[in-house]
């Protein structure tokens, strides 16, 4: 959802547009550290200067959580009873760490995983 928010071709970037201004009203943003960086890496191949002006933009959204031996432990669990790869387990396993209301994503694999998953439908 985030690689989706600064990404202007990006066909979901409407949608997590709205989402993200829709949930700012009720809900604090918590982007785990595994989401921010991995949203980031196309800014940065494309410049050093737009890696950094998304940085900013993502600290100025939300709250960043690092990944702590519970969310890891927690992701190791999700990884072993379900097909998620280890960046997606780390992003869910965060989410629920923290008592996440809800969980945007444009992924639809994710659809089952937790109850909170929202996916968003461009």
Request: glycine share 4%; aromatic share 2%; proline share 2%.
């Amino acid at each position: 959802m985030l690689i989706a928010l600064l990404d202007e071709t990006d066909v979901g970037r409407t949608v997590a547009r709205e989402a993200v201004a829709q949930s700012q009203g009720h809900h604090d943003l918590v982007i785990p550290v595994t989401a921010f960086s991995e949203s980031i890496v196309a800014l940065y191949r494309r410049s050093r200067r737009d890696g950094q002006c998304a940085e900013a933009a993502l600290v100025a959204l939300g709250r960043l959580v690092d990944v702590t031996r519970d969310i890891a432990s927690r992701a190791a669990q999700l990884r072993a009873t379900r097909q998620i790869k280890l960046p997606d387990a780390l992003i869910l396993a965060t989410a629920m760490h923290v008592a996440a209301d809800q969980i945007l994503t444009l992924d639809r694999r994710w659809r089952g995983v937790d109850l909170r998953v929202r996916l968003l439908e461009p």
